[in-house]
């Protein structure tokens, strides 16, 4: 992209992109022909001002080299939190106040006409949507328009013609002064000045933040959110198996027992139409719960609440499967084994009536494709992330690999000290968790961002073993989300996702103690669920966020508890499934 638009040539390290400060003074108020906008890349994607390549951009004219973009200090030279701090100023209430502005120069009536003139927002007329350039007879002219265009653009199709309203919403922790916006959001975004006589007038309500140097981040609305001061224990249950593992679907959460994992399908995927179980508008067509971990090496299958489980097949290459996963729509399986092995099955299902009129049946089986080689010991755990679409396995080799689960193929690894134990993904940043064998029995926890790069490191307290967690899932913009930790002697640790500090330790009045085994968030946030080792179960919410939590309770946990068949320990002979 910078090649093209450098006419596929470097330009001179002085006017190559080096210094957000430098580029904010002369497109805001230095130069007046300097005109810049953000490209999507700076709310998003950090590594685009890293030149982690070390190519060579040559030197500028004070003798400083064109390397890193330089960031401004409160951003603390880090380029992820440059980014996640842009995010939140796109979503503040001064953004929303005036974006409609915006709007009306680039796509509304603003763009063309006398109001255009008024906003002093001309430009050349090749330089508008649908200049013709057929209509230019002379090649050497035509061709200076297109280098033009190639370099500058066009302004998009005109989409208002009158203009556009305001956005009016309370986002909680909002900018009184809007006189101070150049302060806020321009080349000293927030950073802190003791000695500012204004510095009272910024902040309605800041709780403890993760970047001190910022001004007005806000944590968001989500159980457990620091910026909210009461947990609430809204409902108290005992399963029996417990609960190893909880999958939401919109708004309904199912949990399964160890060894299990739940798959599902919604009605579109099948190309059914047929009255079914709606999830939220949503219909869930099929669904049902796979078993592993058999003395058979049998591989297990319940439809819906079926008491019945039918054989899918055998674990192949005679390497029990430790761990299990499924994609974000439920047609491919990844499984993890002793030896190290990753494999892959497709999950084919089909409708297995044989006439029309017939009550719906049907039928499941799995298809191996591909052996995933990676690690060299047991699999510990596998966990997959819908919203990026990839899956991490983390092993007993001190590794956790990341892999594409679209292509089914490795992505890349990640090293670390111990024995991974488990992991988690985020689903709105893509940031992976990783917990691993630390010094004196006790946990480590390491996050790292989806392309490897560590973010920090929290170390349990006390020798105390990490047995589960989980990220927070609320918007992003709008929240900072936090890493939620349940230790096995059943207290929780919340860590904030940008920088991994410790914000709240949360300790369950639950008697005798038990091994947390299993925490995860309802779709919107507003309750937390805690599963522990002896079968206890908790709902937590808080009454800043509903009230009364008790009256929020249509999205209890629904438990799968079909009996498990009596498996002879005598091995079967059977001709092992081949993967490609």
């Not at 959460?253 to 999830?279: C, M, V, W």
């Not at 989806?450 to 105390?464: A, Y």
């Not at 990490?466 to 900072?480: D, F, K, Q």
């Not at 991994?500 to 309750?527: F, H, W």
């Amino acid at each position: 992209m910078f090649l093209h638009y450098q006419g596929d040539s470097f330009d001179i390290p002085d006017r190559t992109f080096f210094d957000v400060s430098s580029t904010w003074k002369l497109a805001s108020h230095t130069s007046m022909t300097d005109v810049k906008e953000l490209i999507p890349e700076f709310f998003y994607l950090p590594e685009f001002l890293l030149n982690k390549t070390d190519f060579d951009f040559g030197e500028r004219q004070d003798k400083q080299l064109v390397h890193h973009v330089k960031l401004p200090p409160w951003s603390l030279s880090d380029p992820r939190l440059f980014v996640l701090v842009h995010r939140q100023a796109l979503e503040s209430a001064h953004v929303s106040k005036h974006l409609h502005k915006w709007i009306d120069l680039i796509f509304g009536h603003k763009q063309t006409g006398k109001a255009a003139v008024e906003a002093f927002n001309v430009y050349r007329p090749c330089l508008y949507y649908g200049f013709d350039l057929d209509a230019i007879a002379d090649s050497q002219s035509r061709e200076a328009v297109e280098r033009m265009i190639r370099t500058y653009g066009q302004t998009p199709k005109q989409i208002f013609k009158s203009p556009h309203f305001s956005k009016n919403r309370s986002t909680g922790v909002q900018i009184l002064d809007l006189k101070l916006v150049d302060f806020v959001f321009g080349g000293a975004l927030g950073i802190v000045n003791p000695n500012d006589e204004n510095l009272d007038k910024l902040i309605v309500k800041n709780p403890s933040s993760p970047l001190p140097s910022v001004f007005g981040l806000k944590w968001g609305n989500y159980v457990g959110s620091p910026a909210l001061h009461d947990i609430t224990e809204c409902w108290r249950g005992q399963f029996r198996p417990a609960i190893a593992s909880m999958t939401t679907i919109l708004r309904k959460t199912t949990g399964i027992p160890a060894h299990s994992i739940f798959l599902y399908r919604h009605q579109k995927d099948l190309g059914i139409h047929e009255e079914t179980e709606s999830t939220d508008g949503l219909s869930v067509m099929w669904y049902g719960v796979l078993k592993f971990g058999f003395p058979d090496g049998f591989l297990r299958f319940s439809f819906r609440n079926d008491s019945k489980w039918k054989i899918l097949m055998q674990e192949p290459f005679n390497d029990p499967v430790t761990c299990m996963c499924v994609s974000a729509d439920s047609h491919t399986l990844f499984a993890g084994c002793q030896s190290g092995l990753v494999w892959c099955a497709s999950v084919k299902t089909f409708d297995s009536r044989s006439r029309p009129g017939e009550k719906l049946r049907m039928e499941t089986k799995l298809v191996p494709l591909y052996r995933m080689p990676c690690h060299l010991k047991r699999v510990n755990v596998l966990v997959s992330c819908r919203a990026y679409s990839i899956f991490v396995s983390g092993s007993d080799d001190c590794k956790a690999a990341i892999w594409d689960s679209n292509r089914n193929s490795f992505v890349r690894s990640i090293s670390v000290s111990g024995a991974v134990k488990n992991v988690c993904i985020s689903e709105t940043l893509g940031d992976i968790a990783l917990v691993y064998e630390g010094p004196d029995s006790s946990s480590v926890v390491a996050a790292y961002t989806i392309n490897g790069d560590i973010i920090g490191k929290w170390v349990s307290p006390g020798g105390s073993r990490v047995s589960a967690l989980t990220y927070s899932n609320a918007p992003e913009g709008i929240s900072i989300n936090c890493i939620v930790i349940g230790l096995a002697s059943g207290t929780i640790f919340m860590l904030d996702s940008w920088m991994m500090n410790q914000c709240k330790e949360i300790n369950l009045p639950m008697g005798v103690p038990s091994a947390i085994i299993a925490l995860t968030y309802r779709s919107d946030a507003q309750i937390l669920y805690v599963s522990f080792e002896d079968g206890r179960f908790v709902s937590l919410g808080s009454k800043e966020l509903n009230g009364d939590q008790k009256k929020f309770l249509a999205l209890a946990v629904t438990a799968y508890h079909q009996p498990i068949p009596k498996i002879s320990t005598n091995p079967v002979n059977q001709k092992l499934s081949t993967l490609a």
